[in-house]
């Protein structure tokens, strides 16, 4: 079984819970996360300090994982926040259990 490190990914960052959300794919989530957290990717997560990861899902297909994100990127911020929710009540920084 592939690792979470090499296997594709669809993640949801938050500046806090209140605050902005943002929803992205990758075929690293380990990599990618720590990039978000160190500010390396430049654009909306780096100006809006989007760097807490509150849930994540991993597929077995980089194709999978991307109609996954669009479709979520679609949703409402209510239907967002209902499945953080489901598995993350606490929003709790899911990066130890990634990186560890």
């Given at each position: 079984m592939p690792s979470r490190t090499r296997q594709p990914a669809v993640y949801i960052l938050?500046?806090?819970r209140n605050g902005t959300l943002y929803?992205?794919?990758?075929s690293n989530l380990?990599?990618?996360i720590w990039q978000h957290r160190?500010?390396?990717v430049?654009?909306?997560t780096k100006s809006y300090h989007v760097a807490q990861l509150v849930w994540y899902e991993l597929h077995e297909t980089m194709e999978s994982a991307?109609?996954?994100e669009k479709r979520i990127k679609k949703w409402r911020r209510a239907d967002k926040i209902a499945?953080?929710?489901?598995?993350?009540?606490w929003w709790r920084d899911l990066w130890s259990d990634i990186a560890g």
């Open positions: 938050a500046s806090d929803t992205g794919v990758t380990v990599q990618r160190e500010s390396e430049s654009g909306f991307i109609l996954r499945l953080i929710e489901r598995e993350n009540v």
